[in-house]
């Protein structure tokens, strides 16, 4: 059995000029994965504390999110059975490099450079239940894409002279 659906039910009273009683029933049905590695590597180059730094990181996610409503009145035109279904899916891609060169005279250069890229497909379908069958309610329904890549890039080079330093950098 899966932990992550939920089911409610409710009884309707409405009191007032017209009254109005029924019962309404909702599920909700999620499917959710996830999955993500990272990559590290690191070479020190000399004994000053040079180096190269590599980092890679890739992430998927996707989900599936089912709603089912039904609502049912003494007053059959307030009827309605409806569903949402949600289906999203996630990628991100990085990849990250740094370099740092340490001098003898307390000078230090440091470089990098980093690719992000996110791919996201976001749904979202609206259905009425009308005379046995489901139909789209275009209305309520959307979809969602978006893509992203980023490039960045940085330099600087630092002095020190003994507990006061000087930083230059893009």
């Excluded at 019962?23 to 049905?29: D, G, V």
């Amino acid at each position: 059995e899966n932990k992550m659906n939920q089911y409610f039910d409710t009884d309707i009273s409405f009191i007032g000029v017209q009254s109005l009683t029924g019962f309404a029933k909702s599920e909700w049905f999620r499917r959710p994965s996830f999955n993500g590695t990272t990559f590290n590597y690191s070479l020190k180059t000399d004994s000053l504390g040079s180096g190269l730094k590599v980092i890679a990181d890739y992430l998927n996610s996707t989900r599936t999110e089912l709603n089912n409503f039904i609502s049912v009145y003494t007053l059959t035109q307030k009827n309605s059975h409806y569903r949402n279904n949600t289906p999203n899916k996630t990628n991100l891609y990085s990849l990250q490099t740094d370099y740092t060169k340490v001098f003898k005279n307390t000078v230090s250069f440091k470089a990098g450079l980093k690719f992000a890229s996110t791919k996201r497909d976001n749904e979202v379908l609206n259905e009425n239940f009308i005379n046995g069958n489901w139909e789209l309610n275009s209305n309520l329904s959307n979809r969602f894409i978006y893509k992203e890549n980023l490039s960045m890039a940085y330099a600087s080079l630092e002095k020190a002279w003994g507990k006061l330093s000087a930083k230059l950098g893009l």
